[in-house]
């Protein structure tokens, strides 16, 4: 069974800097693209950024490019995106997505989400 787990959401004021971290374990025989996506809760969830397998490219919502950069740790299993400069319109839970392969199937998988608070 795999697993995608967020951390390192809080409460920060604006201007301010957040590090989230996605860990995904399990039976991975391999992770594919992943990204960060936000939504508020009865709304759409949005696209935040994605990256691809090796980390060579990686694309962000025009709201964030400048402020928030992502990456990722193949070694780890592990994807960050560094917020910096946030706002309180950045104020969201963040979900992380990756598609991951594993001995049966190759799919879509999501993580709980982190709340991200920005606020003075």
């Known amino acids: 069974q795999v697993q995608l787990v967020e951390s390192g959401g809080g409460l920060v004021q604006p201007g301010g800097s957040l590090r989230l971290s996605c860990a995904a374990s399990?039976?991975?025989?391999?992770?594919?693209?992943m990204g960060w996506y936000r939504q508020v809760p009865g709304e759409q969830r949005e696209l935040v950024a994605t990256?691809?397998?090796?980390?060579?490219?990686?694309q962000y919502a025009d709201s964030v490019k400048g402020r928030f950069t992502i990456s990722r740790d193949n070694a780890n299993n592990t994807m960050y995106l560094q917020m910096n400069s946030l706002k309180p319109e950045d104020t969201d839970v963040y979900f992380c997505?990756?598609?991951?392969?594993?001995?049966?199937?190759?799919?879509?998988?999501w993580g709980q989400g982190t709340q991200v608070t920005v606020s003075s």
């Open positions: 399990g039976s991975i025989f391999g992770i594919y693209a």
């Open positions: 990256i691809t397998s090796s980390g060579g490219s990686t």
């Open positions: 997505n990756a598609d991951i392969r594993t001995a049966w199937n190759r799919r879509t998988y």
